[in-house]
Structures are given as C-alpha cells and as structure tokens.
C-alpha cells in the first residue's frame, strides 16, 4: 500500500472478489487524497475504491454503529459553502453502511443553526452529537434528520445530476468517481428537534448500563469529580458521586465495564474501583463490588510504628523525604480487559 491511510478500520465481514459482500474479512481505510479504498485484509488486494470529494478534506473514521455504518468525518473549518449561499459549514460527515457499502448521508453541521460556540461533533450509535463551549452537549435523532432532510437519494457508481436549488454547486457526474465524488444528500435549512442535552465539564460524557445511564463531569467547583446519573431522568443516582482519590498524580477516568454489565470502573492513581448499578422499583444507586489497591499496606503499617519507651512514651522519629515519597504508591499507567479470558488486567 502506496498512498498514505489516515485512518483504518477492520470488518469481520467484507467483499469478495467480484465485490459483493461476503465472508472474507476486509480493511476500510481513508486516504490522505480523498478516496474511501477497500482492501482484503488477507490478500491486500482492492476490493473497491470510492471517490469523496475534492472541497471537504475528511481527516477521521470509525464506525458509527459496530460492524453496519462507518462514518468519516473532515476538518473543522469556517469557509462559506459556495458564495451566494450565507451559510458557514463546522465540519461535514459522511455515512455509509458497509452490508453492502452504500452511502447513508453526506451533510454540513452549520454554525449558524446549531451556535456559534461549537468547539465540536460527531455522528454515534445514530445519534448526532453537538459539543458547546459551555460544557452543553446536545444529542439529536440522527436517523430522523436522514428521513426527513434527505433531499438527494444517490447511489454510488451511478450517474447523477446534482441540483442546485439547495444552494449546493452544481455538477454532474459519477457518484463516487473523480470529479463528482459524494454530493451532500442532506439540506439541514432549520434546527432538528432536541432529543436531550446535558452539561459536563470538558465535555466529557459515557453511555452504558441497562436500563441507560450516563456519567458526566459537574463543574470543577464541586468536590466530587464524576457523576453517575440515569437517562430517563437525567438525575444523579443514588451513591452516584466518584470522588477523586487521594494521592493523585494523574487525572482520573471512569466508564462503563467492557462486558456490558451494569458495572462502572473508576480509575485513580492509587486504586480501581468497580462499581454495580442495582435498580430497583425505577430508582437506581452504585454498590462498590471490588477495589485493587496498590497501596502496600505492609509498609503503610511498618512506617506507623513508633518506638515507645518504659515509661510509654513514644519516640517520635524524623521523617525523611524519601520515606514521604515512599507513601505515594506508584501511579496507575493503564488498564485492559480481556472479554474472552475474562481478565482485568492494570
């Protein structure tokens, strides 16, 4: 492989030679000019390329629904969609399920209708998610901004005419072949409707648990650092506050267990909490199941000692600042789970 990739993904399943889907695994990847190529992942042979675009430069790609949907994502930017139109495309996505590769939507997310304070989007599990300055993040119906904004149905391979009544450049061509590339399929002229939004510091947010919860970081005024809270009811649940543990040399990170169970990790510099989610009658509450620790609580206990004299008095002894350093456990610098060997291993 020649041209540089900028991004890869792998799916289980792929294409066969003649191009239709089939068992043999394949590797999605997005070139640095412009092109969406398919390769078998064993024989390395290209399965099928796909022209995007020469005006949006897409830059990211992950799959926006596990093994269905990818979706590629282009630099942020400020410019004018074309000179007449007074409107200012953010970023712009590009959808395409891949049993069979087919394009599900290219849109613009406009400043103009979605704020002026966007530091960022994404396209996730079929939710379209804005991020505000403010720490606001919004979440809207992706799938219903597809049925109901739809305003050019293309496939690729085939011959199109662009329209221009959108405001969008005119073009004819081949979807997806030089020069055409992928025309905008979605005309996004009014604000969808908001399914829900919330507020998280540094825009931090995770999904999970059963029935769905999500946690979140309060204002960093607040002492505790994460917030575990249901999503029917957007409240914090019982037992929800994660406070930052102590002797934090690193920032602290929590989500979902990697099992899908109901089960939360929180990870601090010193220890591994894990969290189950119980629900009961509709109210939820967080029940610590296990702690590592990596305090040594051997020489935690040999460093209390204190020699007392006859009389009972204790002797109170210098303290270097070796010894000081020598309380603070060494630091957390990773974790992984194995699903398979079910091991959780720091």
Same mark, same amino acid.
Not at 2 to 20: F, P, Q, R, T, Y
């Given at each position: 492989?020649?041209?540089?990739? +900028?991004?890869?993904?792998?799916?289980? %399943? =792929?294409? @066969?030679?003649?191009?239709? $889907?089939? #068992?043999t695994?394949?590797?999605? !990847?997005?070139?640095?000019?412009?092109?969406?190529?398919?390769?078998?992942?064993?024989?390395?042979?290209?399965?099928?390329?796909?022209?995007?675009?020469?005006?949006?430069?897409?830059?990211h790609?992950?799959?926006?629904s596990?093994?269905?949907?990818?979706?590629?994502?282009?630099?942020?930017?400020?410019?004018?969609?074309?000179?007449?139109?007074?409107?200012?495309?953010?970023v712009?996505?590009?959808?395409?399920?891949?049993?069979?590769?087919?394009?599900?939507?290219?849109?613009?997310?406009?400043?103009?209708?979605?704020?002026?304070?966007?530091?960022d989007?994404?396209?996730?599990?079929? +939710?379209?998610?804005?991020?505000?300055? %403010? =720490?606001? @993040?919004?979440?809207?119906? $992706?799938? #219903?901004?597809?049925a109901?904004? !739809?305003?050019?149905?293309?496939?690729?391979?085939e011959?199109?005419?662009?329209q221009?009544?959108?405001?969008?450049?005119?073009?004819?061509?081949?979807?997806?072949?030089?020069?055409?590339?992928?025309?905008?399929?979605?005309?996004?002229?009014?604000?969808?409707?908001?399914?829900?939004?919330?507020?998280?510091?540094?825009?931090?947010?995770?999904?999970?648990?059963?029935?769905?919860?999500?946690?979140?970081?309060?204002?960093?005024?607040?002492?505790?650092?994460?917030?575990?809270?249901?999503?029917?009811?957007?409240?914090?649940i019982?037992?929800?506050?994660?406070?930052?543990?102590?002797?934090?040399l690193?920032?602290?990170?929590?989500f979902?267990?990697?099992?899908?169970?109901?089960?939360?990790?929180h990870?601090?510099?010193?220890?591994?909490?894990c969290?189950?989610?119980?629900?009961?009658?509709?109210?939820?509450?967080l029940?610590?199941?296990?702690?590592?620790?990596?305090?040594?609580?051997?020489?935690?206990?040999?460093?209390?000692e204190?020699?007392?004299?006859?009389?009972?008095?204790?002797?109170k002894?210098?303290?270097?600042?070796?010894?000081?350093?020598?309380?603070?456990?060494?630091?957390i610098?990773?974790?992984?789970?194995?699903?398979?060997?079910?091991?959780?291993?720091?």
């Open positions: 492989i020649h041209d540089k990739s +900028l991004e890869a993904v792998v799916c289980c %399943n =792929g294409w @066969i030679s003649d191009g239709e $889907f089939g #068992s695994p394949c590797l999605i !990847t997005l070139k640095a000019d412009g092109w969406l190529v398919i390769y078998g992942l064993y024989s390395g042979q290209v399965v099928k390329k796909v022209y995007l675009s020469r005006h949006y430069k897409f830059r790609l992950a799959w926006e596990d093994l269905q949907r990818v979706v590629l994502k282009s630099i942020r930017s400020d410019r004018a969609i074309n000179a007449i139109a007074d409107r200012c495309q953010f712009t996505f590009a959808v395409f399920t891949v049993d069979p590769l087919e394009l599900t939507a290219l849109f613009h997310v406009e400043k103009e209708l979605f704020g002026s304070d966007i530091v989007a994404a396209v996730n599990q079929h +939710l379209l998610v804005i991020f505000h300055r %403010n =720490g606001i @993040i919004e979440f809207f119906d $992706f799938d #219903s901004i597809v109901t904004h !739809t305003t050019q149905h293309v496939r690729l391979f011959p199109f005419a662009m221009d009544s959108s405001g969008y450049q005119s073009m004819d061509g081949i979807v997806g072949e030089q020069p055409l590339g992928i025309p905008a399929t979605i005309n996004l002229s009014s604000r969808p409707p908001l399914l829900f939004q919330l507020t998280s510091h540094q825009n931090h947010v995770a999904f999970g648990g059963n029935p769905y919860h999500f946690i979140r970081c309060p204002s960093p005024k607040h002492r505790d650092l994460f917030h575990v809270c249901s999503l029917a009811s957007l409240q914090l019982g037992n929800g506050q994660l406070e930052r543990c102590e002797f934090n690193e920032d602290d990170y929590a979902f267990h990697p099992d899908s169970s109901n089960s939360v990790i990870v601090g510099s010193a220890a591994i909490h969290y189950d989610i119980i629900t009961k009658q509709d109210k939820s509450e029940s610590e199941r296990f702690c590592i620790s990596m305090r040594s609580t051997q020489s935690e206990s040999q460093l209390s204190l020699p007392i004299t006859s009389s009972g008095r204790q002797v002894r210098l303290c270097n600042l070796k010894e000081a350093f020598n309380k603070i456990p060494e630091p610098q990773a974790i992984d789970y194995e699903d398979e060997l079910q091991l959780f291993v720091v």
